[in-house]
């Protein structure tokens, strides 16, 4: 029966609270029996106060059952006063006013202990639940006592695992951990101390460290993570140091300007304009722009205040501190600095690419010049040359020239012609290579061009020439210069043929067409694909060998025709077979003809 | 009596070549390879045309023109300027000077006889 009981009590008690029952039970039990005893035998020395012992022990554990331990109490040490007292008044009031006075000590004592127990418990609820991560450690060797489950949960360790470490065997590194104790023996009170402790894996975990000490022997510690903002700051600064390392090392001149004026400057416009950061800020970039320029470019800075991303570039010419003119490539973007509209402006130093142009136009007139100085020097020995044979031929019997001299004489005639033509096409290019030549437009039919470029040519006579061009067909282009492009086209497809020779001049574009095709066609040699381009060159020496053995006598005449269709924005292509013929066609484009 | 045609040149070769040239074309050539001296000769010999030479020293072939046209108030003697110097054409067109031709060097016998007629008549 009693096993049963304790069975049941042990089922539903812990097993604490189970010993201590035991505990009071007896002790209760022992008090009555010696107070029992003592009464019997009247020994007046063991007194009540020995009923104290269980109460006192019960009410510090069960402040509630402890009042109920003294009542029992009460109660079994009044049976046993009255039993043995009776009929003693004195002795009965002495009893009963004892057994009063068990439960009000038992009600002091409980009331305190609950007091004292709301208050732990508050604090041990602030402590588990702070959203800091809260540690006690010694503060002789800084053993960690107690942590909350916010500090375990920071450095990822059980309580089992941190209780009995060390608080600075935390720290991430032994520089750190320096840091730390040096910071501890200083001063026992601090807030705001920044470290980083190491997890239980060993990854880093920033902490704000605030201490205190709570006792003689105990530190309390609170620790706030802020390992993400030291994250954030450390990429914020990585960010920074980037693009301040762009911006320093950047050989593009960089500058925010905000309100009109220079408000950030790189080492790289400094070198540019020869003015230190201190002397561009504040300044208006205008100050720096050379007069001739300065009203395009302040029409360019205009639109800055207008919130379009990019506002173009510009090339603009700037003075120096020394005085120097420098060229530079100017482009505009909106951006925010500081929070407010400004824009930023990137400077690319271009004056190297003026100088290397400007030099590249001296070069081009100095050569112009050279090509007309050697023209001239060329032609004019010519003249006794061309004057003498002329005279020789024009009477053969008075000068006692026999048939055959003539002939020889004939042949020099025909390379004197051609020298004079080489000369008149080398400077036909020069000049359209200068660009200086004008286009003078109008409006002609094809098909009667065609027609007098070969009565004028005497190409009728070399091959069989077929026309394929509708009469409607005109043109609206510089007759002259179409007129020497076709005649161009007609001499080389003779000179690239053998008899029977067939050519034919046809055009091909559909109504809707945006360009006019006018094509020659012939059965010649025909042109390898590998020198499809160069065949349009002028004095191409690198593919000269690869030319000369089958087109020796190419001459300039083609490198012309192509520039003089260009210049009216169009092109000459040409597509061949080898020994089947090749076909040149001028495309020509109709809107440009339109438009002017 | 053929026409007399002035022959201003500098270049000895030319000059001689030319001399027997015009005279196969049947003209009577005078012959002045010093430009002044045919500043100097023009008013006494009074030449049906002139062939003139541009790259000359110390006067240039355009200086001549000038001064004949102007100072020499011959406004009437065709000129035809016989040059190995390119774009002479563009530079003629904007001087509006109806008796002034171009030959271009090296030019052909019947270059130059086209050339003179054309101002002078067959």
Known sequence: MADNVIRVLQHTMPKTDFVRLCVITSLAVCCTLITALSFSRSIDFISYQLFFIPIIYAAYFYPKRGLLVAFICGVAYQAVGYYYRYPDYGALIAVTSEAILFIVIASLIAYFIEKIRFGETRYRSVFEHSQLGIALFSSADFTIRQTNSRFLAMLDYTTEEIIGMTFSSLCLTPMEKERFLEKISKTKATENFEIRLGTKSGAGCWVNLSWNTIDETTISCTAVNINDRKIAEKLNNDNMMKYSQLTENSPTGILIIQDGAIQFSNPSFSVFSGYSNNELAGKTLDEFVDSCDRNEFIEFAKHWSENKHIHGDIEIRFVTKTGRMRFGALTANSIFHLEKPATLVNIVDISEKQRLSDKIREDNVRRRGIIITVAHELRTPLQPILGYLNLLISDPQGFGIVEETKKILERCLTSVDRERQIINQMLDLSVLESGKLQLSYSTFPLESLVKSVLDTSGYLSKAEVTIDIPESVTLTADKDRIYSVIDSLLLNAVNYSKPPRKIKIFYCSETDDTQDHISVQDNGIGIEKSVFLSIFEPFQLADAAKLSRRYDRIGLSLSIAKKVVQMHSGDITVTSTVNIGSTFTIHLPREMQNAS | ?122
């Open chain 2, 1 to 122: 009596m053929p026409h007399k045609i002035m022959l201003v040149e500098d270049d000895l070769p030319i000059l001689e070549m030319m001399e027997i040239l015009l005279r196969r074309i049947g003209y009577e050539p005078i012959l002045v390879p010093d430009v002044l001296d045919a500043l100097r000769q023009i008013k006494a010999e009074q030449p049906s045309l002139i062939l003139l030479d541009i790259m000359m020293t110390p006067m240039n072939g355009w200086e001549f023109l000038e001064k004949l046209r102007g100072e020499y108030g011959m406004r009437d003697i065709p000129v035809l300027l016989f040059t190995a110097s390119p774009s002479v054409e563009e530079k003629i067109a904007g001087l509006n000077d109806p008796k002034l031709g171009v030959l271009q060097k090296p030019v052909s016998i019947i270059e130059l006889k086209a050339g003179i007629e054309k101002f002078l008549g067959k």
